[in-house]
């Protein structure tokens, strides 16, 4: 079973600095390497069911590795993913993952929530093979001044994006979600943004099935489609 460990990134310009270190959180396959995917995500802490997604990712033979990107605020203060910031630890997170000998078109990147927004963003302007956001918010309003509405950014993408939505999810209506779908239809790289009836998208957040479990039911079939989806995408496009 892969293991997951902690490590150390840096702030390209200034290795081996303690106020440069980007803590990551990683999980490495037991066998071959196939590529490495960074997972943002906008919590400190990291539930068991994402750190089960990423010993999944890492079973099929990708690095798994999470830069902790609230690592510059104390920790009583929640603070976003956007902007400078992000830029710098996911390219420290890119150069750990390059300097164990994992090429830049084998990496992708994979988020959640506004770390999902945040995932479609890194896809614009920096060299990753394939990107999967999961409930990506700021749709059609910039989630904030260091962030770019979806359906702007989508004309830019350099990099086959995914994007799941639920149906029902207040915080990205249907209507917006067929915005982005005819936006992103105007890149120039592979796009596709799926969409599941009620919230049974959550790739991170999964029931507890057991072996018995029903998967006729809705919920749990969708979750176990999407979680494929996501793997299928990297499959396809992490050459």
């Known amino acids: 079973m892969s293991e997951i460990f902690r490590a150390t990134a840096y702030l390209r310009g200034a290795e081996g600095e303690v106020a440069t270190a980007v803590p990551l959180t990683v999980v490495e396959p037991d066998g071959p390497t196939r590529g490495g995917i960074v997972v943002l995500h906008e919590a400190r802490k990291f539930s068991p069911a994402l750190l089960n997604l990423m010993c999944a990712l890492a079973g099929e033979g990708w690095v798994s590795v999470a830069p902790h990107l609230f690592h510059r605020e104390p920790e009583h203060i929640q603070g976003e993913v956007f902007g400078d910031n992000l830029f ?8 750990w993952l390059v300097g164990r000998e994992v090429l830049a078109d ?3 990147v994979l988020g959640f929530d506004d770390a999902g927004t945040a995932a479609m963003l ?5 060299p990753v093979g394939a990107a999967v956001s999961v409930a990506a918010r700021g749709i059609v309003e910039a989630l904030s001044v ?5 359906v702007d950014a ?19 209506p249907r209507e917006h ?3 982005l779908r005819e936006a992103t239809a105007k890149a120039d790289v592979a796009t596709l943004v799926v ?8 790739a991170d957040e999964p029931p507890q099935l ?4 029903d998967l006729d039911d809705p919920d749990s079939a969708s979750i176990i489609e999407a979680q494929t989806r996501i793997f299928d995408w990297f499959d396809s496009h992490l050459r």
């Open 88 to 95: 710098a630890d996911f390219d420290a997170t890119l150069d």
């Open 106 to 108: 084998t990496i992708g």
């Open 122 to 126: 890194v896809a614009t302007s920096r």
């Open 146 to 150: 260091d962030a770019q509405a979806l």
């Open 154 to 172: 989508a004309t830019s993408l350099q990099a086959p994006w995914l994007a799941l939505y639920g149906e029902d999810d207040p915080s990205t």
């Open 177 to 179: 979600v067929t915005l």
């Open 195 to 202: 969409s599941y009836a009620g919230l049974a998208h959550r």
């Open 210 to 213: 057991s072996e018995d479990a």
